[in-house]
Nanobody, 125 residues
Framework: QVQLVESGGGLVQAGGSLRLSCAAS????????MGWFRQAPGKEREFVAA????????NYADSVKGRFTISRDDVKSTVYLQMNSLKPEDTAVYYC??????????????????WGKGTLVTVSS
């Protein structure tokens, strides 16, 4: 069992930056592919970014490419999402996800083993 706890959300003006963190319980963090998804009001949950188990590869949604960066620290069992140049359309609840068997290209479908409870990011114009 893995528990994921997100933090770092908040209110920021357009053009600003935030860094989200997701701390995972358990001693097997390095075995999991990690990802970030988001759900805006009235919309379905969508893929944002993913990072492989070895941090050797990453994948990003087109809408965030060049602005967001995903990284992981296996010693701290934490995955991060650095968000720069934020836009009002980035407003959403951001969820951390962990999966044993997915790859960065397949996790985009949102079928994962574990989800966090989410952290709200609000970008004002």
């Amino acid at each position: 069992q893995v528990q994921l706890v997100e933090s770092g959300g908040g209110l920021v003006q357009a053009g600003g930056s935030l860094r989200l963190s997701c701390a995972a319980s358990g001693r097997t963090f390095s075995r999991y592919l990690m990802g970030w998804f988001r759900q805006a009001p009235g919309k379905e949950r969508e893929f944002v970014a993913a990072i492989s188990r070895s941090a050797g590869s990453t994948n990003y949604a087109d809408s965030v490419k060049g602005r967001f960066t995903i990284s992981r620290d296996d010693v701290k069992s934490t995955v991060y999402l650095q968000m720069n140049s934020l836009k009002p359309e980035d407003t959403a609840v951001y969820y951390c996800a962990a999966d044993l068997n997915s790859y960065t290209t397949t996790v985009t479908k949102g079928i994962v083993d574990y989800w966090g409870k989410g952290t709200l990011v609000t970008v004002s114009s």
